[in-house]
C-alpha cells in the first residue's frame, strides 16, 4: 500500500524547489503526494528563518501536527513529523526538545539523505517499541559532498519549473540568516545545469527560473574544461540553445554582481524576460554600509542605467527593509527618494526582525516597531502606487502570456506577462500549457485582466 507525504513549504523558491526534489527523493519509497495532514504517514514543514514570524509560525504548525498525529494514533495509524529548511537548521537539536514528538530535523544541505533517515528514525523506534519512545534524528551538516550528486533526476516537470545553479551565500550582509543556514557559496557544475534543464524542457516544461541566493553570483564549472568557469550571463546564452525553453528568468541577484556579459543577455537573448528582481534594501548610504551591502545607490542606479539601456522596457523589481538599526527618518526618506528615482513595477518590503547570531542583531538604537510599522506603511503606499501604474501602462497592449494554470472562478485562466505580472482572463481548458497572445483590458494593484483573441 502506498504511503501518504504531506510537506509544508515556507519561504522562499529555494525552498519550493527543496520540497520537489524531496518529492522525488521519496516516490522511490512509496510516498505519495497529499494536501490533507490527516492521511499522512509522513509529514515535513519544509521551513524559513528569514524573519521572526516565519519562524513563528513553524512552531505553531508544529502543536497542530501533533493533534494530527495524536488523533492518528488512535485508530492505530502513526505519523512521522519532520522539520526541514532553515529553521532546522539554525534551531538543530533544539526542536526535539521543544517538540519531542518531532522525528527529523535536517538541513538544507542534508536532505539528501531523507530515505537513510528514515530508515534509521524508524529501525530504532522498532526497536524501543516497548517503551514507545520516539527517537529523534538529527543531521544539520554541511556535507564535503554536494547534495545535488545523490537527488534523482526529475521525473515529472511543470510549464514553469525552478533550475538551482548556485546556493548559499557568502556576503555576510549584517541583516541576513543566509550564510549561516544555507551556508557558503557553491555553484553547480553547467553540465548538470543544462541536463537538468534539458530533461524538465523533454517533460513539458517551457519557462525555467534559475535559482540561487546570489544568483548572479553564479561561477559554474564550464562543460569543456574544469579549469574554466561560466557566469550566469555565459550559462545564459547557452541556456536560450535549449529548443522548445521558451522564457529564462532567474533570482535572486546582487547589484555588485550584475556584470558586462549578463547585461549584455538582456539586451540579446530574447528567450530572457524583462522582468528583474535586484533587492537594494535601503537608499541610505549610511544604512547600505552599515548592512554591508558593498555599494552605494550611485552604483545600484548606474546598475539600473545600463540594464535599461541593453533592454528598455525591463520591469525592476526589489526588496526593502525599514527600521535597519540606526535608521533615521532621513535615511528613510532617501529609500522613498530612491523608489521614486527607480520607479518600480514591483517589490517586496518587510521590517527589519532581528535575528540571533546576525551582527545587526546587537547593534545598538533599534528602531521602535511603531515607527517600523509607519514607516513601511508609508514605502508600501508609494510602491503599490507605482505598481498599479506601471499595471495600467500595459492595459491596450498585446502581450505573450505562458498560461500556467486556473483562474478563480469558473472558465477562468491565469498566466504571465514577460513582465512577471498576473494575467487572467476567460479561456478554454486546452489552453493551459500554451504561449497565448492576450489583450489587457484592465489594471488592478497586483494583476492585469485580459482577453484572447481567439477563445479556441
Ligand atoms: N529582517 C527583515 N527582512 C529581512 N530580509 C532578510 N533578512 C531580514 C531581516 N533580518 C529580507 C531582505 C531580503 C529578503 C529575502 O528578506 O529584504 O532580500
Ligand atoms: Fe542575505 Fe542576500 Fe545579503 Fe546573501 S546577499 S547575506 S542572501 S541578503
Known amino acids: 500500500m502506498s504511503k501518504k507525504l504531506y510537506i509544508k513549504t515556507y519561504g522562499c523558491q529555494m525552498n519550493v524547489y527543496d520540497s520537489q526534489r524531496m518529492v522525488d527523493l521519496l516516490s522511490p519509497l512509496g510516498y505519495e503526494m497529499t494536501e490533507t495532514p490527516n492521511e499522512a504517514d509522513m509529514a515535513i514543514l519544509n521551513t524559513c528563518h528569514i524573519r521572526e514570524k516565519a519562524e513563528q509560525k513553524v512552531f505553531s504548525d508544529l502543536g497542530r501536527l501533533r493533534i494530527v498525529k495524536d488523533e492518528r494514533a488512535e485508530s492505530g495509524k502513526d505519523m512521522m513529523i519532520a522539520v526541514g529548511g532553515c529553521v532546522a537548521q539554525a534551531e538543530g537539536a533544539e526542536i526535539i526538545r521543544q517538540a519531542p514528538y518531532v522525528s527529523m530535523v535536517f538541513g538544507p544541505q542534508a536532505y539528501h539523505k531523507l530515505p537513510e533517515m528514515i530508515a534509521k528514525t524508524t529501525r ?83 519557462e525555467v527560473t534559475l535559482l540561487g541566493q546570489n544568483v548572479n553570483a553564479f561561477h559554474g564549472i564550464s562543460p569543456n574544461s574544469n ?82 539601456k541593453a533592454r528598455p522596457d525591463i520591469a525592476m523589481s526589489s526588496d526593502f527593509i525599514v527600521g535597519f538599526p540606526g535608521e533615521t527618518k532621513e535615511d528613510h526618506n532617501e529609500t522613498l527618494d530612491l523608489v521614486r528615482a527607480v520607479n518600480y513595477a514591483q517589490a517586496y518590503s518587510f521590517k527589519y526582525s532581528i535575528r540571533p547570531g546576525t551582527p545587526a542583531g546587537a547593534m545598538d538604537l533599534q528602531v521602535p516597531e511603531p515607527v517600523k510599522v509607519e514607516r513601511l506603511a508609508e514605502l508600501q503606499n508609494l510602491l503599490n502606487e507605482q505598481q498599479l501604474a506601471f499595471n495600467q501602462s500595459k492595459v491596450g497592449t498585446k502581450q505573450q502570456i505562458l498560461v500556467d494554470r486556473e483562474g478563480k472562478y469558473d472558465g477562468q485562466l491565469r498566466g504571465k506577462t514577460p513582465f512577471m505580472q498576473s494575467v487572467h482572463f476567460d479561456g478554454n481548458e486546452r489552453l493551459q500549457g500554451e504561449m497565448i497572445e492576450v489583450l489587457i483590458t484592465g489594471a488592478l494593484p497586483n494583476s492585469v485582466s485580459g482577453i484572447v483573441d481567439t477563445i479556441g
Not at 574554466?228 to 555588485?256: D, F, N, Q
Open 124 to 206: 530504532e523506534r522498532d526497536i524501543k517499541l516497548g517503551l514507545k519512545k520516539n527517537i529523534g534524528v538529527v543531521n544539520t551538516d554541511f556535507p564535503v559532498e554536494s547534495k545535488f550528486d545523490f537527488l534523482p533526476q526529475p521525473t515529472t516537470s511543470t510549464i514553469s519549473s525552478f533550475v538551482s545553479v548556485q546556493e548559499g551565500c557568502d556576503n555576510f550582509c549584517t541583516f541576513c540568516v543566509v550564510p549561516y543556514t544555507r551556508g557558503a557559496e557553491y555553484s553547480r557544475p553547467v553540465a548538470d545545469i543544462l541536463n537538468d534543464t534539458r530533461r524538465l524542457v523533454s517533460l513539458g516544461t517551457k
Open 227 to 308: 579549469d574554466v568557469e561560466w557566469g550566469l550571463g555565459r550559462l545564459i546564452y547557452e541556456l536560450a540553445e535549449i529548443e522548445g525553453l521558451e522564457r529564462i528568468r532567474y533570482t535572486t541577484s546582487h547589484p555588485m554582481d550584475m556584470d558586462e556579459e549578463l547585461i549584455k543577455a538582456h539586451g540579446e537573448v530574447p528567450q530572457l524576460m524583462p522582468y528583474l528582481h535586484l533587492p537594494i534594501q535601503s537608499g541610505s548610504n549610511r544604512v547600505l554600509e552599515a548592512m554591508n551591502r558593498r555599494h552605494t545607490t550611485a552604483q545600484y542606479l548606474d546598475v539600473i542605467e545600463k540594464l535599461r
